[in-house]
């Protein structure tokens, strides 16, 4: 639980107004009094350096104190250090319990709260109980145990000073600190009924009872159920400092965050901002902003807010870290300049780590990479590098280049940095090689591991060539030697070696590519099992619910399957196995089961598109048992709660195809358009398109004199689906036999003629055994032009036949026999006046 700012009207140690002391000491003691703890530093330093000048013992003993106690309240730890130090050795016989109370609280303010923990359990003893520096310790022993998420004994603490502080600042601090505690140690329920019973006194506290409030039931209900009553608590909050409200709104603010709930988590960073009462509460909350802008892809916003951080706080709170993401953030909105410039104040700067430097330079001479500007870049590490340890620099111009993908340049470095420092050629050599590998640079790899096993190795080294060279000769040959290779590897490998799970996943991989499941199974599982925590675990055990359906072993699958979802539910492998199971049930006829797969990936709130696609499933999966109102009544759902993912267009036709069962066909049309406008030149905007026409085609059969606009909207429906930059062949074969019926229909029939003989050249019989779905459409074109011959005994019909009836021979679907015979009949009766 995150802690918030003491709220003490009249601190233990503030120093008193004095009037007859000198401006320096008046004009600390005024600025101390109204909290302007940082300005009163200033003036108790000066009042030090003169009574130390004067040799006022007296005189500077006071102002050490005063300025101890400025230090602390102001929350400067490393400055009160070291000015504890100097007061120690200054005056050896000061007070031990003085001396530990300030220690307690830099310790406390540095993050070191064990030690703090203990030093209060040391000096606590000491304290009688009407010592006035007794609640003061007791507070600052309660916040630590805070810090370290004792919340019951803390809450202990903070009930013991309440009782004896009254109703006074610090009693209601302390009883609100307690509330807030027992909500966090998992007891909503009591922390409500305290608030029952310790009714509010003023206006003041008792808006103080609804923030109390909407945090107990953040942590008793979740964030979905209380944002609404959170919207109406934030909306009441003034723009002032308010260390509850600010714990509140942050606590709201990292709870929607983790929801992925961005807009609300922004508006609760906000609040917490407008309430900060100290500089790092506003900067670690502007922090925040900055994670969750950037989070929703608003690069630029994300910029400029970060710009104004840099701004704002030009003091010790912007840390090398904070000036390398904010160059990172310059970056990716395109402010190439000023990302570059803010790479170069990090690592030109002498406060800088070895370690941020380091990873200033290698950022600036990435994207300089990336600009074109490598050489430049080049030079300014080589100039960094130059009088301390130059093969550092060579390193990490190679390490950019690897990132760049570009080993024309970073082979020759690495090379040159094994032939000038020898005692570094083995580890240039093998970067070189995994460099190499990971370029897809085969050859190049297998040459340096060559060169490597002329050098003198360790063990480790020696082994992971075998995983190098495993993976570059798997590049070009999936063979039971390379596998062998990888097996060696992961024999003499240690059992915290980082290429383990690579080698156990890409040898499955390989297994599976050469149909040996079982094998790859093995190398799955193993995985998995050994490390669970790697990346690649995820992709290994929805690999391996593969092979056990290669293998038959059904149960296993589906073990596997609600085990990833149950290790992995953050995966979208994961969310694919699903699926894949509940395809699984309902191609067995398991319903049941499918729905219960389905469901569960329903109910997940985290991925919207999955979600949606979930909805759609158990939608069409009533409607194949039958169910078509339960289907149309999820469909609703999804329309109304998804109405921007992809599904939407699999949804409209779906529901299309609802209505056409149905014989439905004019409210289908609808639905069918939505779906080709949902998804435009897709698989289902082809069949959208297929099935207006259809639908069209169908209400005009049973009254073709009365439906001459139904039947050319059809043919303009086709049409547009031939039209189609990429319409499929099977698409365009079924809209060209569709458009003749509509036209025979509409006693077009030079036109259906046409566009029967199209399809016919369109897909020649020599190529029918190539396209099966085709050849059906084509066999009901070329038997439309027999039968309108038929009824038609003309030359140029008679003619029309027996091309159809040639391509129905020489597609072998007809022997030359039967289709002789047929046009014989037909001859029989040609017009012929």
Request: glycine share 4%; proline share 5%; net charge neutral.
């Amino acid at each position: 639980m995150p802690g918030y700012a003491q709220n003490l009207a009249d601190p233990p140690g503030a120093p008193a107004v004095q009037e007859k002391d000198n401006p320096d000491k008046r004009a600390g003691d005024e600025a101390f009094a109204a909290k302007d703890y940082a300005v009163a530093v200033s003036f108790y330093t000066k009042l030090l350096e003169e009574s130390i000048q004067k040799k006022d013992t007296p005189a500077v003993r006071d102002a050490y104190e005063r300025l101890l106690d400025a230090l602390v309240l102001g929350k400067m730890p490393d400055l009160a250090e070291r000015y504890l130090l100097r007061y120690q050795t200054d005056f050896p016989n000061a007070s031990a319990l003085a001396l530990a109370m300030w220690k307690g609280d830099i310790l406390t303010q540095k993050g070191e709260f064990d030690s703090a923990k203990k030093l209060y359990e040391r000096i606590l003893p000491d304290l009688g109980t009407q010592d006035p520096r007794r609640l003061r310790t007791l507070f600052s022993y309660g916040t630590v145990l805070e810090k370290i998420q004792d919340y019951a004994a803390a809450a202990k603490i903070y009930d013991t000073i309440r009782q004896q502080a009254g109703s006074s600042s610090l009693g209601k601090t302390a009883f609100e600190r307690m509330i807030l505690c027992i909500a966090s140690n998992n007891r909503p329920e009591k922390a409500l009924e305290l608030l029952m019973e310790n009714p509010p006194d003023s206006p003041a506290q008792s808006a103080s009872y609804n923030r109390l409030t909407a945090y107990i039931l953040l942590k008793r209900d979740g964030v979905e159920t209380t944002s609404g009553a959170w919207m109406s608590v934030m909306s009441s909050l003034k723009d002032e400092r308010d260390p509850l409200a600010y714990l509140v709104a942050s606590s709201y603010g990292d709870a929607f965050l983790e929801a992925r709930e961005y807009s609300l988590a922004l508006e609760s960073y906000r609040a917490a901002f407008r309430a900060a009462s100290e500089k790092k509460e506003l900067f670690d909350t502007l922090n925040r902003m900055i994670s969750v802008i950037s989070a929703v892809g608003d690069k630029n916003k994300a910029a400029t807010l970060a710009m104004s951080q840099l701004e704002l706080f030009k003091n010790s709170l912007l840390t090398p870290e904070v000036k390398l993401r904010t160059a990172r953030l310059l970056q990716e909105s395109g402010n190439s300049k000023g990302a570059l410039e803010l790479y170069e104040s990090v690592f030109n700067n002498m406060n800088s780590s070895d370690a941020e430097k380091t990873e200033a330079l290698r950022e600036y001479a990435l994207l300089m990479g990336r600009l074109g500007r490598f050489q430049e870049a080049a030079k300014t590490v080589r100039t960094h590098f130059r009088n301390n340890r130059e093969e550092l620099g060579e390193f990490l111009l190679a390490e950019v280049l690897v990132s760049l993908e570009n080993s024309e340049q970073f082979i020759p470095i690495y090379e040159n940095i094994a032939r000038r420092w020898p005692d570094q050629a083995q580890k240039a050599l093998f970067l070189a090689a995994s460099a190499c590998l990971d370029a897809r640079e085969s050859r190049k790899a297998l040459e340096f591991v060559a060169r490597l096993r002329k050098l003198p190795l360790d063990a480790k080294t020696s082994a992971d060539l075998l995983y190098i060279e495993a993976a570059a000769r798997g590049a070009a040959e999936k063979t039971p030697e390379v596998l062998q290779i990888y097996d060696e590897f992961i024999r003499k490998a240690p059992k915290d070696d980082p290429l383990i799970p690579k080698a156990l996943y890409h040898s499955g991989a390989m297994a599976m590519a050469m149909k040996d499941m079982k094998s790859a199974a093995r190398r799955y599982s193993r995985l998995i099992h050994d490390f669970p925590a790697h990346p690649l675990a995820p992709q290994a055990a929805y690999w391996l619910i593969h092979t056990y359906y290669c293998l038959n072993d059904e149960i296993s699958a589906e073990r596997e399957t609600w085990l990833l979802a149950e290790r992995f539910p953050n995966s979208l492998f994961a969310v694919d196995a699903m699926f894949k199971l509940a395809t699984h049930y309902a191609d067995a006829g398991v319903g049941t089961k499918a729905e219960a797969a389905l469901g569960k990936l329903a109910k997940d709130s985290r991925y919207p598109r999955v979600q949606a696609r979930a909805v759609y499933e158990l939608a069409l999966q009533a409607y194949r048992r039958g169910d078509s109102a339960v289907a149309l009544k999820r469909l609703d759902k999804l329309y109304e709660k998804f109405p921007e993912t992809p599904s939407i267009a699999d949804a409209y036709y779906l529901h299309g195809d609802i209505l056409r069962a149905r014989s439905d066909f004019q409210a289908a049309i609808p639905f069918y358009r939505k779906a080709a406008e949902a998804r435009p030149d897709s698989p289902v905007a082809w069949a959208a398109l297929g099935s207006v026409g259809d639908c069209l085609l169908a209400i005009a059969s049973p009254d073709r004199s009365n439906s001459k606009n139904e039947l050319l909207s059809a043919v303009h429906a086709y049409r547009d689906l031939m039209d189609a930059p990429r319409c499929p062949p099977q698409f365009e074969a079924m809209a060209l036999y569709r458009t003749g019926r509509c036209f025979e229909l509409l006693d077009k029939q030079d036109s259906a003629v046409e566009q029967y003989k199209k399809l016919l050249y369109r897909f020649p019989a020599v190529r029918a055994v190539h396209h099966p779905t085709e050849t059906v459409w084509c066999v009901r074109a070329a038997e439309a032009l027999i039968d309108i011959a038929a009824r038609h005994p003309l030359r140029p019909a008679m003619e029309n036949a027996r091309f159809a009836l040639h391509w129905l021979s020489d597609a072998n679907l007809m022997t030359r026999t039967t289709a002789a015979e047929r046009f014989e009949k037909l001859k029989k009766v040609k017009f012929n006046p």
